[in-house]
């Protein structure tokens, strides 16, 4: 028995692929580390070359450079995404796992909201989204394999919040997209998923770039106090991590852990959609 125990824990992601969007981000890269660390070879998709650099090297040093491959996507490109698709295939084989998360946040009121900026939105998030899923939906159909979707949406696609009315409703639009994945994947053994995180804290500052300083403007209190500020409305009173959001992402890429559900949503929010 003390044998035994002493046994590596068997890693549930050994030998598939996962394309993560957004890889350089902050909760990009904490779902890669994830899915490495269960097994998975992971390829980043990301359109800053220069964060996209530092995150591959960073993760090549921890796992070695096998299993990691960062490349240049803009999600909002067919042509681009084609071609990052082409690329993982060349590299290792095929695709198994994809996690939609590449994104931008804005803040602006509905009257200031112009056309460009909910155009921009919507071609990041919901356009994106729907680019790169269908690139995986028709790997996955050809592979004939199945395959995991999970899709980065947010809080926001349920409730509104503030000043963020372009936001939101892209947010809502991944939702149902991930249900119309579900919808025409299952026979295929596609599954389709949706992690929704509350606001993602890291340190005393929201990790999405200029989210933190806009969001703490249109919730009239000062950067410092978002962490508390957020931390005290959720039910369990604690804050939420890009490490929270990479585990319920492994929740759905792992078909040991998840082969029952999809069309589902998972809110990590610590409770705060509940109340
Ligand atoms: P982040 O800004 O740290 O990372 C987003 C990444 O997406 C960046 O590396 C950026 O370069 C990349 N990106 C932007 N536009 C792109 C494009 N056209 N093509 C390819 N890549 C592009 O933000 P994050 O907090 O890691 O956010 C990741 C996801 O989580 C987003 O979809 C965001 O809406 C969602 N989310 C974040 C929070 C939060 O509080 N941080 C809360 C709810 C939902």
């Not at 957004?22 to 070359?49: K, N, P, T, Y």
């Not at 698709?85 to 946040?105: H, K, T």
């Not at 995991?148 to 509104?160: D, F, H, R, T, W």
Request: hydrophobic share 45%; aromatic share 6%.
């Amino acid at each position: 028995e003390a044998k035994l125990q002493r046994l590596p824990k068997p890693r549930p992601l050994v030998g598939r692929v996962a394309l993560v969007t957004g890889g350089a981000g902050g909760i990009g890269q904490a779902i890669a580390r994830r899915l490495l660390a269960e097994g998975a070879c992971v390829v980043l998709l990301d359109i800053d070359q220069g964060a996209l650099d530092a995150v591959t090297a960073e993760l090549s040093k921890a796992h070695g450079r096998d299993p990691v491959r960062g490349v240049h996507c803009d999600v909002t490109r067919e042509a681009s995404v084609v071609a990052a698709f082409q690329r993982a295939v060349l590299e290792y084989g095929g695709v198994d796992i994809l996690v939609s998360n590449a994104g931008i946040a804005s803040a602006a009121s509905i009257e200031d909201t112009s056309l460009e900026l909910w155009n921009l939105n919507q071609s990041v998030l919901a356009t994106g989204y729907f680019l790169v899923g269908r690139e995986a939906f028709r790997l996955m159909k050809a592979q004939g394999r199945g395959g995991s979707i999970v899709m980065i949406a947010s809080k926001n696609g349920m409730l509104a919040s503030p000043q963020a009315s372009a936001y939101c409703a892209a947010k809502a639009a991944e939702i149902q997209l991930s249900r119309s994945f579900a919808l025409e994947g299952a026979p295929l053994g596609i599954r389709s998923n949706v992690v929704n995180p509350d606001a993602v804290i890291r340190g005393s500052k929201i990790w999405t770039g200029k989210w933190s300083a806009e969001r703490a403007a249109a919730n009239k209190i000062s950067e410092q106090d978002l962490e508390a500020f957020y931390r005290d409305r959720s039910l369990l009173k604690r804050s939420v991590f890009p490490e929270d959001i990479a585990e319920a992402v492994y929740f759905f890429a792992a078909e040991q852990l998840s082969a029952k559900s999809t069309g589902n949503i998972l809110n990590v929010d610590a409770g705060h959609l509940a109340a």
